[in-house]
């Protein structure tokens, strides 16, 4: 799902839908088409006043805060996990009484084995939906650039389904980026736009 004040027809696919929202109703009715047709992957809200329909659409959810990283090695590779069949990158949600920062390495820690983790900049927020406990949540995801040295033993966190930590090359990327979430190819990308760097 996107909400933008603008969209180019030309960029739509036959699974987009792409709604121009003028009062509150017609966010309700997107909402339901979207629900409505399965072939839909993806709804692009247009409005001129973006701010206002965001509100309204994100006031149906509690909220939800989480952090992660895009990390780089000395060989410019991403480290990534296997989760639930899928692949995936470290992140987990913010506890009280710490940062963002210090949420987004933690996570990275717990979850990949690693001692050695250097923050570098924020890269890009990612947005998702889910339900628990019949509570749906919307779940903001602050991600930032890191480094680690790559020789590391890698340790997946099982208690969090977690069955494989790699280091991914530009072979192993593409099937990650195959079978990954949606919500995950900004980061990708975002980690991609500048490459990787090195610590000096």
């Given at each position: 799902?996107?909400?933008?004040?603008?969209?180019?027809?030309?960029?739509?696919?036959?699974?987009?839908?792409?709604?121009?929202?003028?009062?509150?109703?017609?966010l309700?009715?997107?909402?339901?088409?979207?629900?409505?047709?399965?072939?839909?992957?993806?709804?692009?809200?247009?409005?001129?006043?973006?701010?206002?329909?965001w509100?309204?659409?994100?006031?149906?959810?509690?909220?939800?805060?989480?952090?992660g990283?895009?990390?780089?090695?000395?060989?410019?590779?991403?480290?990534?996990?296997?989760?639930?069949?899928?692949?995936?990158?470290?992140?987990?949600?913010?506890?009280?009484?710490?940062?963002?920062?210090?949420?987004?390495?933690?996570?990275?820690?717990?979850?990949?084995?690693?001692?050695?983790?250097?923050?570098?900049?924020?890269?890009?927020?990612?947005?998702?939906?889910?339900?628990?406990?019949?509570?749906?949540?919307?779940?903001?995801?602050?991600?930032?650039?890191?480094?680690?040295?790559?020789?590391?033993?890698?340790?997946?966190?099982?208690?969090?389904?977690?069955?494989?930590?790699?280091?991914?090359?530009k072979?192993?990327?593409?099937?990650?980026?195959?079978?990954?979430?949606?919500?995950?190819?900004?980061v990708?990308?975002?980690?991609?736009?500048?490459?990787?760097?090195?610590?000096?």
């Amino acid at each position: 799902m996107i909400f933008t004040a603008e969209a180019d027809p030309m960029q739509l696919r036959d699974d987009h839908l792409l709604v121009r929202l003028h009062a509150p109703a017609d966010l309700e009715r997107a909402l339901e088409l979207f629900h409505e047709r399965a072939e839909v992957k993806r709804l692009i809200l247009v409005a001129d006043e973006v701010d206002g329909f965001w509100q309204q659409f994100s006031d149906r959810f509690v909220p939800v805060l989480a952090a992660g990283g895009a990390v780089s090695d000395d060989r410019g590779r991403l480290l990534v996990i296997h989760r639930l069949g899928v692949w995936d990158l470290p992140k987990g949600k913010v506890d009280a009484g710490e940062s963002v920062e210090e949420a987004a390495v933690r996570e990275v820690r717990e979850e990949c084995g690693l001692s050695e983790v250097h923050l570098e900049e924020f890269l890009c927020d990612t947005w998702h939906t889910y339900v628990r406990k019949g509570l749906h949540h919307l779940k903001r995801t602050r991600w930032y650039r890191m480094q680690a040295p790559g020789d590391q033993v890698l340790i997946p966190q099982t208690d969090e389904d977690i069955t494989e930590v790699r280091w991914a090359d530009k072979d192993l990327l593409r099937e990650v980026r195959a079978n990954t979430y949606g919500s995950l190819l900004p980061v990708f990308s975002a980690w991609e736009a500048e490459g990787p760097r090195s610590r000096t």
